[in-house]
């Protein structure tokens, strides 16, 4: 097997899977991203209360990169021209959130899912979730917990606040004082009111995993999150969220209304690569725009690195 010279463009699980597994089959890889950090969508979901140890999976990814000697550029954008000269390029570039074509999309009040999660983007009060996949749960128990997401991002450790306070939620007692680790469980008053919504008139959460997705739903319910199916959106202006339910017009008067409305690839790299004369693989979001799939990406990332 002869060594190549491969370029890997995103730093997310596809990515990171890709790089490492090239790299421990002998070939020069270098791995870009325009983030200051490794991670792509992780980065957001370690943020959601429970899901605190993709820290710990980007850890992992952080110490074999070093280990396998993975030339890592991070905090810049890779051009068609930094990408000459490769053997092969593989576009692992993600996603970018789908703008749903509501009337007022553009105003004031409606904030992405990507700027509420890193918590660049306040939300009030009240606020409408458009969209109740996988996203739109974690954005509903994000926003129903305790404390109002401010940037934080969990570092995955045992002393983490967000990892205590999901524990006092559930009655896990980590040091088990109590018989078999079982405490009394502390609800907490949610710190603003919610309504989850979906075009679909299937039950809310029920493309969700079947072992999970129940307790998912139970626990919005306990926090007073109202989910409505079969629901038409409008438009957004100053009274709120205009939707459409059973045919009957409906006002949400909501602060904030948070798209969480699925994603798109990014691509836009590829006809600058093309112009070069320069062949590049998808993988992972770039590929197949799904909600969060880490196991789908990372599978993808190492299966495509060990045909190369």
């Known amino acids: 097997m002869s060594r190549l010279r491969i370029a890997v463009v995103g730093a997310g699980p596809a990515g990171l899977a890709a790089a490492t597994t090239a790299a421990e089959r002998g070939h020069a890889v270098t791995l ?27 850890r992992y990814f952080r110490t074999r990169l070093a280990l396998l000697g993975v030339d890592v550029r991070l905090g810049r954008s890779a051009t068609a021209d930094d990408l000459r000269g490769f053997d092969r390029v593989l ?41 109740a996949g996988g996203i739109g749960f974690d954005v509903a128990e994000l926003l129903s917990a305790g404390a109002a997401p401010d940037g934080h991002a969990s570092d995955g450790r045992v002393d983490d606040p967000a990892i205590a306070a999901f524990r006092a939620e559930w009655g896990i007692d980590a040091g088990y004082a109590a018989r078999g680790g079982v405490a009394a469980a502390h609800d907490h008053q949610p710190p603003r009111r919610l309504w989850l919504l979906q075009r679909k008139e299937t ?40 939707i459409t339910v059973d045919g009957a017009p409906r006002v949400l008067v909501v602060d904030t209304v948070v798209i969480c409305a699925g994603q798109e690839p990014r691509r836009d790299l590829l006809p ?25 990406a990372i599978d993808q990332g190492t299966r495509v690195a060990l045909t190369l």
């Open 32 to 58: 870009f991203d325009a983030a200051a950090e490794i991670g792509g969508q992780f980065n957001l979901a370690r943020r959601i209360p429970g899901k605190e140890e993709f820290a710990e999976t980007l």
């Open 203 to 242: 039950k809310v959460g029920a493309g969700l995993a079947k072992t999970t997705g129940w307790i998912r739903r139970t626990l919005l319910k306990k926090r007073g999150v109202a989910m409505l199916a079969g629901v038409g959106y409008d438009r957004v202006d100053d009274a709120g969220l205009h």
């Open 91 to 131: 576009l692992a570039t993600g996603v970018v959130p789908r703008v749903p074509p509501i009337e007022g999309i553009g105003h004031p009040k409606v904030a992405s899912y990507v700027d509420v999660v890193r918590g660049d983007r306040p939300v009030g009060a009240t606020a409408a979730i458009v969209g």
């Open 272 to 296: 600058s690569l093309a112009a070069l004369g320069i062949n590049a693989t998808l993988i992972g979001g770039a590929d197949v725009a799904l909600e969060l799939d880490a196991k789908r």
